[in-house]
T-cell receptor
């Protein structure tokens, strides 16, 4: 049972425009959410996170929005750059759990 | 460079065989996590060790086992391999016992079972 879902396997965006990656979760116990970025032949690297007490967290060009009532979060990248082309994984965890639940990833391609 | 080292990077073997994947966590990190990523799947949590002790278990098959040694490196043993075990296996580390922040991932070990 996939508790974290990324329904868009891929996304293409023009350089300079906004990229919006979406993620849905089913477990209401999740209270910490993270986005990881993965380049080919590399492991996932942490990008940004958000706690359930917030609805927005911003770090430079990256902003994560959390809608708890809809069990939905999104990652906005503005402006998108070719170097942002990678697979983005959404992940979630619950307090006290020693596990991150990952989505299946969205491959972002930023076209120069 | 995350500081997490995994070996081997690639491994090809036959069904029924046994392999061992190795992970060295970041310096100072006490927790090691193992994840499996099959084709078009998300990362599936297998098991966590903290300072040598098993801390949490996920969807790890009975044919798989892991351990963490006194020097904190960890090994994931996969036995009686089946075609479906072909996947990318990631190791990750963190400082504490609980998941309070990000995990640092290695580059993964790609296992192909023929």
């Amino acid at each position: 049972d996939q508790q974290v879902k990324q329904n868009s396997p891929s996304l293409s965006v023009q350089e300079g425009r906004i990229s919006i990656l979406n993620c849905d979760y089913t477990n209401s116990m999740f209270d910490y959410f993270l986005w990881y970025k993965k380049y080919p032949a590399e492991g996932p690297t942490f990008l940004i996170s958000i706690s359930s007490i917030k609805d927005k967290n911003e770090d430079g060009r990256f902003t994560v929005f959390l809608n708890k009532s809809a069990k939905h979060l999104s990652l906005h990248i503005v402006p998108s750059q070719p170097g942002d082309s990678a697979v983005y994984f959404c992940a979630a965890s619950a307090t006290g759990a020693n596990n991150l639940f990952f989505g299946t990833g969205t491959r972002l391609t930023v076209i120069p | 460079d995350s500081g997490v080292t995994q070996t081997p990077k690639h491994l090809i073997t036959a069904t029924g065989q046994r392999v061992t994947l190795r992970c060295s966590p970041r310096s100072g990190d006490l927790s090691v996590y193992w994840y499996q990523q099959s084709l078009d799947q998300g990362l599936q949590f297998l098991i966590q060790y903290y300072n040598g002790e098993e801390r949490a278990k996920g969807n790890i098959l009975e044919r798989f086992s892991a351990q963490q040694f006194p020097d904190l490196h960890s090994e994931l043993n996969l036995s009686s391999l089946e075609l479906g075990d072909s996947a990318l296996y990631f190791c990750a580390s963190s400082g504490g016992a609980g998941l309070t922040g990000e995990l640092f991932f290695g580059e993964g070990s790609r296992l192909t079972v023929l």
